[in-house]
C-alpha cells in the first residue's frame, strides 16, 4: 500500500513539473503575442486618444512584464527546476513584489477601461463628461502604479531567499501577506470584473431603448439604427460574458486554493495527499494567468472591427 502511494505520488509530482512547462509555456507564449497585439491595436491613430484605449494600452504594457518575468521565472523555476528564485536574493523579493503588484495593476487599468465605458453609456451627461478624458486616463495610470506599490512594496524588503526558498518574514507578516494576497488577488478581481460587467450591459441596453423610439403604431423608428444598437449591444454583452467567464474559471479555483492551503498549512497530511494538493495548486496559479492571456484574443473573436 506506501509503494502504491509512493509510485502515485511520484507520478503527481512529476505532474506538476510537466505543467508548468507545457501549460506554464503556451501561456508565456499566447500572453506575449496577446500583449503586442494589444498594444499595436491600441496604439493605432484611430485608437490612441481614446481613454480606454490608453488604459488598455498600459495594461498590455503591465502584462507584458508579468509573463516575461513572473510567468518565466516559473516556467523555469518550478518546470524546468532552475533554482533562480531560491538562489539570488534580488530575483526573489523582485518576483514576489511583481507577482502581486503587475496583476493588480494590469487589472486596475481593465477594471478603469470598463468604467470609462460604463460612464460613456450613463444618461446623465454629468457623467458622460468624465468619459473619454485621455489626460485623466494618463493619471490615473500613474496614481494605480503608485498606489499598488505602496500596498505591495513591503515584499521588496520583507521577502528573503532563506533555506533553499523564498519566504516571507515569518511570524505575523507571513499570515498578514497571505491573507492580503487571497483578498486583493483572488477575491476583488472577479468580484468587481462581474459587477462592472452587468453595470455595463445594463447601460447599454439602455441607451439602445432611449435610442430606438416607437413610432405611434408601435413600430421602430429607424431599422438601420436598431439593427447597429443592437449589434453593438450583443458584441459588448458577448465580450464581456467572455471576460467574466474567463474570471470565473480561473479566479475562483485560485482563491480556493490560496485559502485552502493557508487554513491546512499546519494539518498532518500523507506524502500522497500534498502530492495532490501540489498538482492543484500548480493547475490554479497557472490557470490564474489565464485572464491576462486572453484578453485580445476576446477581442479579436467578439469585435469584428478589430479584425
Given at each position: 500500500m506506501n509503494d502504491t502511494a509512493s509510485s502515485y505520488s511520484s507520478i503527481l509530482i512529476a505532474v506538476s513539473y510537466q505543467l508548468n512547462i507545457y501549460f506554464g509555456s503556451f501561456l508565456l507564449v499566447a500572453g506575449n503575442i496577446g500583449c503586442m497585439g494589444n498594444i499595436i491595436l491600441f496604439r493605432s491613430p484611430t485608437l490612441r486618444a481614446r481613454a480606454y484605449s490608453i488604459y488598455l494600452?498600459?495594461?498590455?504594457?503591465?502584462?507584458?512584464?508579468?509573463?516575461?518575468?513572473?510567468?518565466?521565472?516559473?516556467?523555469?523555476?518550478?518546470?524546468?527546476?532552475?533554482?533562480?528564485?531560491?538562489?539570488?536574493?534580488?530575483?526573489?523579493?523582485?518576483?514576489?513584489?511583481?507577482?502581486?503588484?503587475?496583476?493588480?495593476?494590469?487589472?486596475?487599468?481593465?477594471?478603469?477601461?470598463?468604467?470609462?465605458?460604463?460612464?460613456?453609456?450613463?444618461?446623465?451627461?454629468?457623467?458622460?463628461?468624465?468619459?473619454?478624458?485621455?489626460?485623466?486616463?494618463?493619471k490615473i495610470c500613474l496614481i494605480c502604479a503608485f498606489v499598488w506599490l505602496?500596498?505591495?512594496?513591503?515584499?521588496?524588503?520583507?521577502?528573503?531567499?532563506?533555506?533553499?526558498?523564498?519566504?516571507?518574514?515569518?511570524?505575523?507578516?507571513?499570515?498578514?501577506?497571505?491573507?492580503?494576497?487571497?483578498?486583493?488577488?483572488?477575491?476583488?478581481p472577479p468580484t468587481v470584473m462581474i459587477i462592472l460587467a452587468y453595470l455595463l450591459i445594463q447601460n447599454v441596453r439602455g441607451v439602445s431603448q432611449r435610442q430606438i423610439a416607437p413610432t405611434s403604431n408601435g413600430t421602430p423608428a429607424n431599422l438601420t439604427q436598431r439593427s447597429a444598437l443592437q449589434l453593438m449591444d450583443s458584441r459588448l454583452t458577448l465580450m464581456l460574458m467572455l471576460q467574466s467567464f474567463v474570471v470565473l474559471i480561473t479566479y475562483i479555483p485560485f482563491a480556493t486554493q490560496l485559502m485552502y492551503s493557508n487554513i491546512t498549512q499546519y494539518c498532518p497530511k500523507s506524502t500522497l495527499r500534498n502530492a495532490q494538493e501540489s498538482v492543484f495548486a500548480e493547475l490554479t496559479h497557472l490557470l490564474s494567468y489565464t485572464f491576462f492571456a486572453s484578453s485580445f484574443y476576446v477581442s479579436i473573436i467578439t469585435n469584428v472591427g478589430f479584425r
Amino acid at each position: 500500500m506506501n509503494d502504491t502511494a509512493s509510485s502515485y505520488s511520484s507520478i503527481l509530482i512529476a505532474v506538476s513539473y510537466q505543467l508548468n512547462i507545457y501549460f506554464g509555456s503556451f501561456l508565456l507564449v499566447a500572453g506575449n503575442i496577446g500583449c503586442m497585439g494589444n498594444i499595436i491595436l491600441f496604439r493605432s491613430p484611430t485608437l490612441r486618444a481614446r481613454a480606454y484605449s490608453i488604459y488598455l494600452f498600459w495594461e498590455a504594457v503591465s502584462d507584458f512584464l508579468y509573463f516575461n518575468f513572473v510567468l518565466m521565472t516559473r516556467v523555469l523555476q518550478r518546470g524546468f527546476r532552475i533554482p533562480i528564485l531560491t538562489r539570488y536574493d534580488v530575483l526573489c523579493k523582485l518576483r514576489v513584489f511583481l507577482t502581486d503588484w503587475s496583476n493588480q495593476v494590469s487589472f486596475s487599468f481593465f477594471a478603469f477601461a470598463t468604467i470609462d465605458r460604463l460612464l460613456s453609456t450613463q444618461r446623465s451627461n454629468k457623467y458622460r463628461q468624465w468619459s473619454n478624458r485621455a489626460d485623466l486616463a494618463l493619471k490615473i495610470c500613474l496614481i494605480c502604479a503608485f498606489v499598488w506599490l505602496l500596498v505591495f512594496g513591503h515584499r521588496l524588503i520583507l521577502y528573503s531567499a532563506t533555506k533553499g526558498a523564498c519566504i516571507p518574514l515569518p511570524g505575523f507578516y507571513a499570515y498578514f501577506d497571505a491573507y492580503n494576497e487571497i483578498f486583493f488577488k483572488a477575491i476583488c478581481p472577479p468580484t468587481v470584473m462581474i459587477i462592472l460587467a452587468y453595470l455595463l450591459i445594463q447601460n447599454v441596453r439602455g441607451v439602445s431603448q432611449r435610442q430606438i423610439a416607437p413610432t405611434s403604431n408601435g413600430t421602430p423608428a429607424n431599422l438601420t439604427q436598431r439593427s447597429a444598437l443592437q449589434l453593438m449591444d450583443s458584441r459588448l454583452t458577448l465580450m464581456l460574458m467572455l471576460q467574466s467567464f474567463v474570471v470565473l474559471i480561473t479566479y475562483i479555483p485560485f482563491a480556493t486554493q490560496l485559502m485552502y492551503s493557508n487554513i491546512t498549512q499546519y494539518c498532518p497530511k500523507s506524502t500522497l495527499r500534498n502530492a495532490q494538493e501540489s498538482v492543484f495548486a500548480e493547475l490554479t496559479h497557472l490557470l490564474s494567468y489565464t485572464f491576462f492571456a486572453s484578453s485580445f484574443y476576446v477581442s479579436i473573436i467578439t469585435n469584428v472591427g478589430f479584425r
